[in-house]
């Protein structure tokens, strides 16, 4: 979408407000609707100053694709009340091929890396909620045991929309659901999450040198990590 595509900037004045539902954002006294015309109601009063923010930063056009935090409470309304039994299934496919699972093979500093970094989340996920993972060196898939990965699902389905729908994406994110469920539950931090996500990344820019186009997704994944983060945090209240 070119600068000519996107929407004039129709407001002045962003605000919030305690309402039913929770926290409103008023657009010059109006709320926010969501696609389906729903209010864009969020649960914490943190949580709407930082989608506020968004929408206080924006200059004169609309650039919705620079509203992460927005598009979330978007889809935690519209959609995710109504899909929660999919996006369980689809946290539990995660599991099943969780980056943090597989190490390079062979001796060598990267596996070792990767087992200094991936194993105490691996540990941590299975000492706090029953997720016992395997791993194996190599990218030959190996099958993850099913009290694991029912136990991924009961930890989605007992969360709240808010929370199911950022964990999700948060595992789209970073490509692992330990991670994930690390931030969501706040002992892991987003951007060092999303740091051990990348370890094999990192090594081959380590050994191959710099590339512009990578280092352009990786600012983009960085700043979403850093959303990712607050979303979470902006949720305690």
């Known amino acids: 979408m070119g600068v000519s595509d996107k929407p004039k900037r129709f407001y002045t004045a962003v605000t919030t407000q305690p309402d039913e539902g929770g926290w409103s954002i008023l657009l010059d006294d109006r709320p926010i609707k ?94 706090t909620h029953d997720i016992v993972l395997v791993s194996v060196d190599g990218i030959v898939a190996v099958v993850q045991p099913q009290a694991s990965l029912d136990a991924v699902r009961a930890h989605a389905v007992g969360l709240d929309d808010f929370r199911l729908t950022a964990l999700l994406w948060g595992c789209s994110l970073l490509g692992s659901a330990v991670l994930a469920i690390a931030v969501e539950q706040g002992a892991l931090d987003a951007s060092e999450a999303l740091k051990l996500a990348s370890i094999d990344e990192d090594w081959q820019i380590e050994t191959w040198g710099h590339d512009d186009e990578a280092a352009r997704f990786r600012a983009v994944r960085e700043k979403e990590a850093v959303a990712l983060g607050l979303w979470f945090a902006a949720l305690k209240g």
Not at 78 to 103: F, G, I, N, Q, S
């Open 34 to 127: 969501t696609p389906a015309k729903a209010t864009l109601a969020l649960p914490t009063e943190a949580l709407a100053q930082a989608v506020a923010a968004e929408w206080d930063a924006q200059g004169e056009r609309i650039d919705m694709a620079s509203m992460t935090l927005t598009k979330l409470a978007n889809v935690a309304i519209d959609r995710t009340p109504d899909t929660r039994a999919a996006m369980a299934d689809e946290l539990a496919k995660y599991a099943e091929t969780d980056v943090v699972c597989y190490h390079a093979e062979g001796p060598s500093p990267l596996r070792e890396r990767q087992y200094a970094g991936w194993q105490p989340w691996r540990e941590w996920a299975g000492k």
